[in-house]
């Protein structure tokens, strides 16, 4: 059993960065490709970005590229989020999630088993 637990969020002014961290407890995390995901109310979860076991394959949705960089620490069992030049439409709530029958990385919900609690971003304009 994975259990990630993020951290990191609050409010940030648009333009300013913020970096989320999510710590995967429960079992040998270098196991598990990682990725985090968004959700506002009343839609789906959406794909943010992701990363394989070793960190060396990450993707990215379109909306975030450039601006949001994916990174883990398999020593420290974290995947982190650092999201800069936020924009009042990045304001949600995110999500970590973990799976270690992913083959690389992957942006769909339905492959990974192990979710977070959430964390709250927002960004005022």
């Known amino acids: 059993q994975v259990q990630p637990v993020e951290s990191g969020g609050g409010l940030v002014q648009a333009g300013g960065s913020m970096r989320l961290s999510c710590v995967a407890s429960?079992?040998?995390?270098?196991?598990?490709?990682m990725a985090w995901f968004r959700q506002a109310p009343g839609q789906g979860r959406e794909f943010v970005s992701a990363?394989?076991?070793?960190?060396?394959?990450?993707g990215y949705a379109d909306s975030v590229k450039g601006r949001f960089t994916i990174s883990r620490d398999n020593a420290k069992n974290t995947v982190y989020l650092q999201m800069n030049s936020l924009k009042p439409e990045d304001t949600t709530v995110y999500y970590c999630?973990?799976?270690?029958?992913?083959?690389?990385?992957?942006?769909?919900?339905?492959?990974?088993?192990?979710w977070g609690q959430g964390t709250r971003v927002t960004v005022s304009s």
């Open positions: 999630a973990a799976d270690r029958t992913v083959r690389a990385y992957s942006s769909s919900t339905y492959e990974y088993t192990y």
């Open positions: 429960g079992r040998t995390f270098s196991n598990d490709a």
């Open positions: 990363i394989s076991r070793s960190g060396d394959r990450t």
